[in-house]
């Protein structure tokens, strides 16, 4: 069994704001690079992707044999295999599940590799063969199959029309909503530690309007960072001498409300991930009437889309091992699907053509 991709030869170079001059400039940058950016350094994509994968991670099973489910849920390195799984899948578009063998033949653990160490290595076909896996500047070739035909390693993929070897996540579209949100934080920390007032300007009404030489600005500028720069200096008075004068700089309401940039790039992030923005808190989302919609929105666009390609995967992969093996996500024990079962069953209920035991059957 062959799980297909291919490696795209160059990303889209995407616009980024500059932290401080507010120019842009054009990179691809690199999946280490979004991680961080997104991940790690913004809450709003953090929060999305961990809803999204607790959710995956916690879905009630149903398979054709009980060894399938207990396979998925046993954890491999410490790993939650579901969870970690669908978090790779949005973050990097990639999941590459490792086949372990035990003493029976049967498979004994599913690990799932880290998508950004794996490279696929294809024949003079173009179809994979095997995945070279990166770390530490040590190189390892495994196969995409075992000894018996059975796959070693299982390939699952986000959706990317444009790759034949590898799939998309959503961290590059995201990317230029993370670069506002976080540059929106940047700048409203500077305020805060500034005291969160607009600056003002020293004006030299020396004699003759003899400009400062050089040493008197430098050694002007370290005394004004050193004393009066800092929410501890806030508020502290600035002693002027040799015919300097204060004239503050005021900025209008608007310039300095970045606030709506703010939300509007989070409601961008969320919705990049597939998650309602209600349900990150972020204010202006009048799509759904409450949060209990907006739950069922997230379940039914999101979570169990994803939790479907990730265990119909799973299953495909384990087929040799597993005659007739079927996998999903037992809807009918979610609760935030209860108020479409219960629908269903009154619209069955109130069939009159539909015999009691046709009823019972659907």
């Not at 295999?81 to 003493?103: K, P």
Request: hydrophobic share 45%.
């Amino acid at each position: 069994m062959k799980f297909w991709s291919r490696k795209a030869a160059s990303a889209t170079a995407r616009p980024f704001l500059s932290r401080f001059s507010g120019g842009a400039s054009f990179a691809a940058p690199s999946y280490e690079t979004q991680f961080r950016e997104a991940y790690l350094s913004n809450a709003i994509a953090s929060r999305a992707v961990r809803m999204v994968a607790d959710a995956v991670g916690e879905a009630p099973l149903v398979a054709s044999d009980p060894a399938l489910v207990a396979l998925v849920r046993r954890a491999s390195g410490g790993q939650a295999l579901l969870e970690t799984l669908a978090a790779q899948l949005m973050l990097h578009g990639n999941g590459y599940v490792q086949v372990l063998g035990g003493a029976d033949g049967l498979p004994s653990e599913l690990f799932a590799l880290r998508p950004e160490r794996v490279s696929v290595e294809a024949d003079a076909r173009g179809w994979p063969v095997a995945y070279r896996y990166r770390v530490g500047g040590q190189s390892l070739l495994l196969d995409a199959e075992d000894g018996a035909g059975r796959p070693a390693i299982i390939h699952l993929q986000g959706l990317n029309p444009g790759d034949d070897h590898y799939g998309a996540g959503c961290l590059g579209a995201v990317s230029g909503a993370v670069a506002a949100h976080n540059a929106a934080n940047r700048w409203n920390r500077a305020l805060l530690d500034n005291a969160a007032r607009p600056s003002g300007a020293l004006v030299h009404e020396g004699e003759k309007g003899l400009p400062l030489s050089p040493e008197q600005f430098d050694r002007l500028k370290a005394e004004l960072n050193e004393s009066f720069a800092g929410g501890a200096n806030a508020g502290r008075p600035l002693l002027l001498e040799g015919g300097l004068r204060w004239q503050p700089l005021s900025l209008s309401p608007a310039d300095m409300d970045f606030l709506a940039l703010k939300d509007s790039a989070a409601r961008e992030i969320a919705t990049g991930f597939g998650v309602p923005p209600m349900l990150l808190g972020l204010p202006g989302d009048a799509t759904y009437a409450n949060y209990r919609e907006a739950n069922r929105a997230l379940w039914r666009q999101t979570v169990l889309p994803l939790a479907g390609k990730i265990l119909g995967g799973i299953a495909r992969g384990l087929a040799p091992w597993f005659a007739d093996a079927e996998l999903r996500v037992d809807v009918d024990k979610v609760p935030a699907m209860a108020e479409d079962r219960e629908r269903l069953w009154a619209m069955v209920a109130s069939a009159d053509w539909l015999t009691r035991e046709e009823k019972r059957a659907m």
